[in-house]
């Protein structure tokens, strides 16, 4: 089955960190770039960060960029976002996207459009 695992997800205090999964079967994810996103409840989906072939990263949302790292493990297909310092406003729900794995196109971080096929996603809330 081709299909993206997010984990990792939990409660934790204000300046905590948590560590997310996005794990993928059925495909290789060391040839796709990996985008990550959330949403927070009645906000729209907005996109974080993606990571690339060549493990260069893109930002996308600036209020992340200086806490929130991605990385990936290709001996065990997976991504990762780290998440530092965390704040109450960013409690959402985390996505992890790449392209259609099905397809030959293999959208890279600049055309984040395209990075469509997500996974279900997992809950992250910072509350003390």
């Known amino acids: 089955q081709v299909q993206l695992v997010e984990s990792g997800g939990g409660l934790v205090q204000p300046g905590g960190s948590l560590t997310l999964s996005c794990a993928a079967s059925?495909?290789?994810?060391?040839?796709?770039?990996i985008g990550w996103a959330r949403q927070a409840p009645g906000k729209e989906r907005e996109g974080l960060v993606c990571i690339g072939y060549s493990d260069d990263s893109t930002y996308f949302e600036d209020s992340v960029k200086d806490r929130f790292t991605v990385s990936r493990d290709n001996h065990k297909n997976t991504v990762y976002l780290h998440l530092n310092s965390l704040k109450p406003e960013d409690t959402a729900v985390y996505y992890c996207?790449?392209?259609?794995?099905?397809?030959?196109?293999?959208?890279?971080?600049?055309?984040?459009?395209?990075?469509?096929?997500w996974g279900q996603g997992t809950q992250v809330t910072v509350s003390s």
């Open positions: 059925g495909f290789t994810l060391e040839s796709h770039s």
């Open positions: 996207a790449t392209s259609d794995p099905s397809s030959d196109y293999r959208a890279p971080c600049s055309d984040a459009h395209a990075l469509d096929y």
